[in-house]
């Protein structure tokens, strides 16, 4: 993917390292959803939740779902370095000139739809970190939360995306933090607060169940960034992009971990899914056309 021409964003920040254990956000290897708990799926909050983005973007429904508003800023230890000055490494650089990219491309959407889109931060870190989400290890993976409106990212889990799932190339890189910057433009349109607001009603069965739909939307929205950037795809990144989704899937995952798949316990969904709403974004380019809450089947 050529990313070269775009400077890295100043919306970026080096934790250091990080010591100690817990949990982590609404990542994409995380085995459950952070900050959304225990959702509800009602036949009504179905709808409104798949209509928001829709609505956002299409201008003709208005905002079904309210705006989370602007959260604080996570606390950054006095030996953290912030802006483009955190984008310190081969990796960090790269990243952090897709940040720019997601950037770039959301305001243009948002601005569309009469909107204004305000950037998440990635927040780079080494075993550790610590955000307003709690604290989590490199363990988790990549996350986004929404407290703190923040991509945390160890960039050490690339060489585990290439070694351990077979998912090589810098486009496979990309989708990663789209993914996530695709969580960020849910908190933004008050997706996952509306989701969240469904939790205590719902068994955990119906949890998973709204949780999937969640990450499947956001691996859409991270597919509409690519289709937005065509002009800077090279050969063979839709082939990495698809790799990557199809390792990552749940039942991919539970299959390789315990020789079994409970679909019951899927958040995340599975690989065929989950490469299904990625090729929906790339082929679009539209995020109303991310309706997965809204979607019969997925």
Known sequence: MRLDDL???SNAR?????????????????????????????GTALVLIGLAAYAYFSGGLGSLVPSTGTSPNAQVGSAGVEGSAACNSEERLFACRVMTSTEQTWRALFQQAGRTYRPATINFFTGGAQSQCG?????????????DQGVYLDTAFFDE?????????????????????????????????????QQAQASEAQSNALSVRLELQADCFAGVWAAQNKGRLDPGDIEEGMTAANAIGDDTLQRQAQGRVVPDSFTHGTSEQRMRWLKRGLETGDPGRCDTFGAATL
């Open 135 to 147: 604290y989590a290890s490199s363990a988790v993976g990549p996350f986004y939360c929404p407290a």
């Open 14 to 42: 080096d934790l250091g390292r990080g010591r100690g254990g817990g949990g982590g956000g609404a990542g994409l290897l995380g085995l459950l959803p952070l900050l959304l708990g225990r959702l509800g799926c009602g």
């Open 7 to 9: 400077d890295p964003t």
């Open 161 to 197: 995306l290439a070694k351990r799932f077979g998912a090589r190339g810098d486009f496979a890189q990309a989708y990663v933090i789209a993914h996530e910057v695709g969580h960020h433009v849910q908190n933004l349109l008050g997706t996952s607060t509306e989701v969240s607001r």
